[in-house]
């Protein structure tokens, strides 16, 4: 039959690690899906992922997490040291790991033949993205679709779209992001230094020996690899001895940016907001875009009229202290003024002295805060 016409309650643009996983969760609630992506492979990225407790909780609940390839290394304190205070703060939480490193690699993969098993994805499609509505039919791959709901997962690539208006504070920053090898076991420990020039990660990378960890360093001036990997041996060399660092360093940019919403689409993961690297937080804020998605499905119908106003209402909040939290702290540590210093030192030693302020720090970071709902 030509002229059928294929009934579906979402349509997701965009198949990347929050799009695919958004799909695998409503299909679980039993809800007609289809996703679509302009790439029909899948970007080849090295990177690693900082999962928190809570987005651990949903990849357990779709049967992602007990498949991975390489086992999952969990991060079970973590340290913070700027150019500014001599000790460290040291966030540890007592009961659960406080996040887990995995390759981006293995988690789409996995995702990808989900989708691809359920035969709900369709590639090479590249629609313009403001000729999509609601309950309005579209043919794609010459059948003819009506959506319900259209959810908005193209990754930071609604910048470029002038349809989708954002507020962006481009700090020119670039990410440099690489693997090194130690001679020390890593304990499970997370670093992140302060310095003039940017923020430098060290995270505990997935290795049986526990000698591998990854570094993400973030600046807006230019540095050399050699540069680079002298900055981190003079940063880490007293805890991981002596380093051998993999030859490839990957560059990225850092444009963070908050949608204004939009009642026609729903966005979610780095369509909504991408946030500075610095809190590790980008990708597990996008998880929480999908479980307020779901607990919202469980509340109203999706045909209610309220239904994308609820959603904004409740995501729009956390996206903007995130937003605004990892702009600002790299602002402070960037100009170099004595009153940034102050300030710094104010937060730095309040967070020392009061395990309660900790707590809070570990536990939002954790995801186990949920400041909306
Ligand atoms: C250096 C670095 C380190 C990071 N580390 C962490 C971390 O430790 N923890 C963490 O939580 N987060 C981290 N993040 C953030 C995290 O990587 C992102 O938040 C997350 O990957 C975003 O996923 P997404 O699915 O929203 O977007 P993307 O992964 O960008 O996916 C977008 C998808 O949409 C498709 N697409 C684009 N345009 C169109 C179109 N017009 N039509 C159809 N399809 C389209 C693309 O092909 C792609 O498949 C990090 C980010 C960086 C840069």
Not at 29 to 55: E, P, Q, Y
Not at 77 to 84: H, L, Q, S
Not at 116 to 138: G, H, M, Q, R, V
Not at 139 to 150: A, E, P
């Amino acid at each position: 039959m030509k002229n059928k016409i294929h009934k579906y309650d979402f349509l997701i643009v965009g198949a990347g690690l929050i799009g695919a996983i958004a799909a695998l969760a409503l299909v679980q609630k039993k809800f007609k899906v289809l996703v679509i992506d302009k790439k029909n492979f899948i970007l080849k990225d090295n990177r690693t992922l900082a999962v928190n407790a809570n987005s651990v909780d949903l990849l357990k609940q779709l049967g992602i997490w007990n498949n991975l390839k390489s086992k999952p290394q969990p991060i079970d304190k973590i340290f913070i040291k700027d150019d500014i205070s001599r000790k460290p703060l040291i966030f540890q939480n007592e009961h659960e790991s406080m996040g887990n490193v995995i390759f981006n690699k293995d988690m789409y993969g996995l995702v990808r033949k989900k989708l691809l098993y359920l035969k709900i994805l369709k590639t090479d499609n590249n629609f313009e993205i403001n000729d999509l509505s609601p309950n309005k039919a579209l043919k794609i791959n010459k059948k003819n679709y009506v959506f319900k709901k259209i959810v908005i997962s193209i990754g930071k690539n609604i910048i470029s779209n002038t349809y989708h208006k954002s507020i962006i504070f481009d700090q020119q920053h670039f990410s440099y992001v690489g693997f090194f090898k130690h001679s020390k076991v890593h304990n499970n420990i997370a670093y992140e230094f302060f310095t003039n020039h940017g923020p430098l990660a060290v995270l505990p990378s997935p290795a049986v020996n526990k000698k591998k960890s990854t570094f993400i360093y973030s600046s807006k001036n230019k540095i050399n690899k050699i540069e680079l990997k002298k900055l981190i041996k003079t940063k880490i060399t007293s805890s991981h001895g002596k380093l051998t660092f993999d030859h490839s360093i990957q560059k990225f940019p850092i444009i963070p940016h908050l949608v204004k919403k939009n009642d026609k689409f729903i966005y979610i993961g780095d369509s909504l907001k991408s946030i500075h690297p610095v809190a590790g937080q980008g990708w597990n804020l996008g998880v929480k875009d999908i479980q307020t998605l779901c607990k919202i499905i469980d509340q109203y119908t999706i045909d209610a009229k309220k239904f994308n106003s609820i959603y904004y209402s409740r995501r729009m909040f956390e996206s903007t202290i995130y937003f605004s939290f990892t702009s600002l702290l790299n602002f402070l540590y960037e100009s170099n003024f004595a009153l940034n210093n102050e300030f710094i030192k104010v937060g730095y030693t309040a967070l020392k002295n009061f395990k309660s302020l900790r707590d809070v720090f570990i536990k939002q970071a954790m995801g186990r805060i949920n400041l909306t709902d």
